[in-house]
Structure formats: C-alpha cells, structure tokens
C-alpha cells in the first residue's frame, strides 16, 4: 500500500488507512467516554461492534487534507471546518437512514436543527474539534505514521480489514434481526388487541402464548446493543411500537432508581430494628437470670 500514491489527496494509501484507522478508534474512544459520563455506565457506542467509529475516521482524512492549505488561518478554518463536518454528518445520516430505514441519532431536541440530523450547537463543536485536530493533534499522527515499518504495517492493514469486514457482516445481521423483532412484535401487538376486543374478560392459551413472545421480542429489542448505543435512534417503520418499548425501558430504569433509593432509605431503619430486636433478646436472657 505504501507503493500506492493518491495524487489528490497527497498521500500514499497506507497513511490514508492508518489516518482512518486512528481517528476512527479516537472517535469510538470519545463517544464512549461522553456517553459513559452521561449514563455513569460502559456503553459500546458506534454503528460497528468493535472500537471503530468509520464516519470519525473518514470525516476527520477528508477535513485534514482539504482544509490543510488554510490551517495557519485561524478563522476561515473553523468555519470552513464546521460546515464541512456539518455537511458529512448530514449526509451520512440521510444515507444511513434510506438504506437502513432508521434514523441514527436525532437533534430534535435541540435549537436550530435540521430534521433532526444536524444542529447548531454540534455544528460548532465540530468546527472546534477539526481546528483542534488541524493544528496540533493530525501532525503528532502524520509523524507518528511514517515510524510503522512497512511490512509489518501491510500485514496489520490486512488483519484490520478482515475484521472491520466481519464486524460488518455481524453488525447488518444485527440490524437485520432488530428490524425483523420489531416487525413481529407490532404485528403480535395488534393481533392481541384485536382478540383483547373480540375475547372481553376471557384470555385464551393463544393469547397467553403470543403475550410471552410478545414480551421476549420486546426485551431482545431493549437488551440489545444497537438501542444502548443510538438511544435517539428512530425507525422508520413501526416507531410508534419502538417508542413503546423505549417506555419500557425508561420506566423500569426509573422504577429500579426508586426501588434502589426506598431499600437505601430503609436500611438505616432496619438496622435499628434490627438491633432494638437484639437488644430485647439481651435484656430478657438477663431478666431471666
């Protein structure tokens, strides 16, 4: 790969993959740390099961070779930066969400977005991130880069795409059975209201049968790994069943956080209870005496 020149972009191949390789694992590494600091938990962020994030590290190879000619000039950096992060982001979400029929991360909470896909207040995150990237981190990597021998950097290449691939394969079969789980529970959910009408007060074996498989599927869909990691997904189809199931999942984790606060707040007070009943036992042994 290091024989392999691309005249546009100034580079051979084999630092372009190792460009896209680090800043993939970094973007991973950042989502995973902001979103632990927000949950207070481990969560495997990112499209992939492994620690890459491909739009971080095709994002942040595009910005630095584009926008390299213009780096000494502070501003027109940021904003060139910022709106060329914008746009990649707004592009691939679009993309992800035609192919996959799912909308990936949603800003709608957020002022001055745009369906969702974009927003003000991460479009200038982005611009200082790249300037950030730009001028001091990206040549630590370039140099850093030049150091990997080449055969031993090919052979590495070779093992890291076989893995990306598979991880591919695995993460498409992921999304595959969500969508297929999800389909089957809206379709059990209104079989079950349709018989909940026509049976009244009288629940058949059916019904009971396709309640569990109901309440399996839905709990497949919030254990599995794709919710945790794009908690503001939202599908295209049958969102309004995922939104039910998303429910689910706020009120069980805000029911465990009383249940958890109720036994701490009661604790202090079975102790004492406790030791008032030991100490009754000491008193009457000595009574008997």
Known sequence: MQNIY??????????????????????????????????????????????FCPIYGFGVTIITHILEPIQDNFFILYISSSLICTSFELLVGILMQKIFHTKWWDYSHEKFNYKGFIC??????????????????????????????HTAGNVIAAFIVFFILIDLGATLADVRNFNRRLKQVDTIGKILHDKSIALGENISDEVLSLNSKYERLSEQIRNSRIVKAFPTMKPSKYYSTF??????????????????????LNLPIQIQKDNKNENSKISNKSSIH
Do not use: Q
């Open 6 to 51: 691309i005249n546009i972009l100034n580079d051979t191949l084999f630092e372009l993959f190792y460009y896209f390789c680090w800043w993939s694992v970094f973007g991973w590494f950042l989502e995973v740390v902001v979103r632990t600091l927000e949950t207070g938990g481990f969560e495997n962020r990112g499209f992939l099961n492994g620690p």
């Open 120 to 149: 003000l207040r991460i479009a200038l995150l982005w611009g200082v991130g790249s300037v950030l990237v730009i001028r001091v981190v990206h040549p630590v990597i370039l140099k850093a880069i030049h150091y990997i021998p």
């Open 243 to 264: 939104e039910k199931i998303k429910k689910t999942i706020s009120y069980r984790s805000e029911k465990e956080l009383i249940d958890e606060k109720y036994e701490n």
